[in-house]
């Protein structure tokens, strides 16, 4: 994978609300190139913008004007059929409430992503095990996701973002739920991942703490893009600032 | 397995409670069908092999006579045997035959014992559509057999009077006890005649008085001797119809060439006794008549006016009953009303069941938009989110169809092995029966599937449209 070629790249996006008759600009032309490997921490306060920018990127939902590109394909011109298969295969999501199946096992959990794509059980189930491992919950494989705290469940959400081999791991304040010492934990497995794995992470937070796990830091505010470290995190404390001058 | 059946059974695991309630009401009503279905399907048999000892599935009658007249009163078909071959050579696979029929009462005079009526079937032992039936009910005796006395060569003794003033001329015949040798006709009786007269046995011979002439006043007594019993299901019908050779009442009747001397006895009448006879067999009362098997049974009275309409096509220029015409006639429309009630309440429950399926899942998707909103994110397509749905309706109606068929095969077993009856007409005990057929097991079982397919089908299309965003959305709020 070329490191100079955006894994996402997005050209003035922009994402139109119709609320109660008010229409509400969540995203007003933003535009971002995200390459392999980076791990970007989407930062903003509430209302910014920040979680329908990840959605967008997730393919979860349409922006209203302009292109995003995800692995070199424009992602605004396939029909809905192949956007499902492509979010399949290209992206991993882990969400702030873990979205655990309940009944399933720890196990199962993980490798539903890999059975929608029709991949075989088998091959899920022997990766699934190798990345419980690295994850650090293999000990609750058999275990109901229902009888796991919030940071194992957080744990298994990241294996089963991960069973797919996808190129961009989508995270919506994975640690929103959870306690700080777990928050760390979580983070640093993102991290520890990302540099394992080489695997593409964006995540979003409301929590400047948090956000400075990542590599870089977008910081969005009112819909645009106020601030980027791109890669120096020299830059983070200006971002920060910025954005928190932009607030007042 | 993929992964939507995996989801569906979880769903149906996690629901386990309110979706067994839904199954077991479904699978009672489908019980509730197929015992019920079974039981009109064997009173249905009970009397239809009665009823159509008589009509068959269609009876051609002259067209001044009515159904009534089916017990023995019809006027006489002198073309019967016209009418036969007209029907066998219009409608391939069709078979007819003639009855000659007459009304008889018996007891007269008899000490001890009531008088009753009947009505005599004149059957041909060897054309007869409806002969197995007779000839299989046998319950004790036999059936007619070749060297049976069927003929005596000469008709009764009749004497006809002429009626004075507005009164009809009244015919009187008699065949027994003036000729010392004569040999009483073979006739076969209902078995529930005879537990309630006791002369009315096997090898017992005693008189009836036949009205031989349905709008004349016209009789004659003759002597019979009972060969056979017969038990059909239905003493009622039994007490009433027996059988004698067509040919005995043909000769009985005078249906033939009839030679010989009358006498005038000036102010009496004329006497024609004993006139020897030929009897012709194109002569009849009624021309019964056997339609082939229909290919199914789903709904054999649309079949039976169906048999009708094509019969008459062929004799447009006499009347025809249908065996469902006699049918309603003797048990009135009360058959056709159950069917209509049962599948009534059917429907109801079922509708009611298909509703509290759609509700229930209305209310889990409800719960669950946050799951589908992250089966969507992981790349669900619309048809499996559909599917988690769909499938869980098709197990619901599977495993309530199921059981509705086991829990009635056990009641209909247990009802066997018990051997549980009613109560009947005549002292009878009449035996609660069943008669399961493909058909109503194949609706046991399509019908609770289709139903709750159905019901689980429009909450599943509405859980496969959600959006993503929006289904991860609502479920956030839902938390």
């Not at chain 1, 990766?127 to 744990?155: D, M, T």
């Not at chain 1, 830091?217 to 001058?245: E, H, P, Q, Y």
């Not at chain 2, 249906?255 to 194109?282: A, H, L, S």
Request: proline share 4%; glycine share 8%.
């Amino acid at each position: 994978m070329n490191k100079n070629v955006p894994i996402i790249e997005l050209k003035e996006l922009s994402k139109k609300y119709n609320e109660y008759g008010l229409l509400v600009n969540a995203l007003d032309g933003v535009s971002l190139k995200i390459f392999p490997g980076e791990f970007v921490s989407i930062v903003g306060p509430s209302g910014s913008g920040k979680s329908t920018l990840l959605h967008c990127m997730g393919l979860l939902d349409r922006p209203s004007s302009g292109i995003l590109y995800i692995d070199g394909k424009d992602t605004t011109k396939i029909s809905g059929k192949e956007i499902a298969l492509f979010r399949g295969e290209k992206l991993g999501f882990v969400f702030q409430s873990y979205n655990l199946i309940p009944r399933l096992t720890v196990l199962e959990n993980v490798i539903l992503p890999g059975l929608i794509m029709r991949k075989e059980q088998k091959i899920l189930e022997k990766k699934a095990k190798i990345l419980l491992k690295e994850v650090g919950i293999i000990h609750r494989i058999n275990h109901k996701g229902i009888h796991l705290s919030g940071g194992e469940q957080q744990k298994v959400a990241i294996a089963r973002a991960l069973i797919n081999d996808p190129v961009v791991i989508l995270a919506d304040e994975p640690t929103g739920a959870l306690d700080s010492e777990s928050s760390r934990e979580i983070m640093g497995l993102l991290v520890k991942m990302n540099d394992k794995k080489n695997v593409t992470s964006v995540f979003v937070s409301h929590d400047m703490n948090i956000a400075r796990y990542g590599k870089r830091t977008v910081a969005l505010k009112d819909g645009k893009i106020v601030g980027d470290t791109k890669g120096d995190l020299k830059n983070l404390n200006k971002v920060l600032k910025n954005l928190v001058k932009s607030k007042r | 397995m993929g992964v939507s059946s995996i989801l569906a059974l979880g769903e149906l695991k996690d629901h386990k409670r309110i979706y067994t309630i839904i199954v077991l009401v479904i699978a009672l009503t489908m019980t509730s069908f197929m015992l019920e279905n079974a039981y009109l399907n064997y009173m249905m048999q009970v009397v239809d092999d009665t009823t159509k000892l008589v009509t068959s599935d269609a009876a051609i009658v002259d067209k001044n006579s009515n159904i009534r007249d089916l017990y023995g009163t019809e006027l006489e078909l002198k073309n019967a045997g016209e009418i036969v071959r007209r029907i066998e050579k219009n409608l391939p696979n069709y078979k007819a035959t003639i009855r000659v029929t007459a009304q008889g009462t018996y007891g007269l005079g008899t000490v001890g014992e009531v008088v009753d009526g009947c009505t005599i079937q004149g059957i041909d032992p060897k054309k007869d559509n409806s002969i197995s039936g007779i000839a299989n009910k046998i319950v004790k005796g036999r059936f007619f057999e070749d060297d049976d006395p069927i003929l005596r060569g000469h008709t009764p003794l009749y004497i006809e009077i002429k009626g004075p003033g507005n009164l009809p001329d009244f015919t009187y015949g008699t065949g027994e006890k003036l000729l010392g040798d004569e040999k009483p006709y073979p006739i076969i009786v209902g078995a529930s005649a005879a537990k309630i007269h006791p002369s009315v046995d096997i090898g017992k011979t005693f008189s009836i008085t036949l009205s031989v002439s349905s709008r004349e006043t016209s009789y004659a007594s003759i002597m019979v001797k009972v060969i056979g019993l017969y038990e059909s299901g239905t003493p009622t019908l039994d007490a009433l119809i027996w059988f004698m050779h067509a040919d005995s009442l043909r000769e009985i009747k005078r249906y033939g060439e009839v030679t010989g001397k009358d006498w005038y006895i000036p102010g009496i009448g004329t006497f024609r006794g004993y006139n020897p006879i030929v009897i012709d067999r194109n002569r009849g009362d009624v021309v019964i008549v056997n339609a082939p098997e229909p290919i199914h049974s789903l709904n054999p009275l649309g079949y039976a006016d169906y048999v009708k309409e094509e019969v008459k096509n062929v004799v447009p220029f006499l009347k025809i009953y249908s065996w469902h015409d006699f049918l309603i006639y003797i048990a009135g429309s009360m058959q056709d009303v159950i069917t209509i009630m049962l599948w009534g309440s059917i429907i109801v429950t079922l509708f009611l069941c298909g509703a509290a399926i759609k509700y229930v899942m209305d209310s889990i998707i409800m719960r669950k938009t946050r799951e589908i909103g992250s089966l969507k994110a992981f790349g669900a397509r619309d048809r499996i989110v559909f599917r988690i749905f769909l499938y869980q309706g098709l197990i619901i109606g599977f495993i309530a169809g199921l059981l509705g068929i086991l829990f009635s095969l056990i009641v209909m077993y247990l009802v066997n092995w018990y051997g549980l009856s009613v109560e009947f007409i005549s002292g009878t005990q009449l035996k609660v029966g069943f008669i399961i057929n493909w058909l109503s097991i194949l609706i046991a079982l399509v019908l609770p599937v289709s139903l709750s397919v159905l019901a689980a089908a429009l909450p599943a299309k509405k859980a496969s449209r959600l959006s993503p965003v929006e289904a991860l959305r609502k479920g956030e709020l839902s938390l």
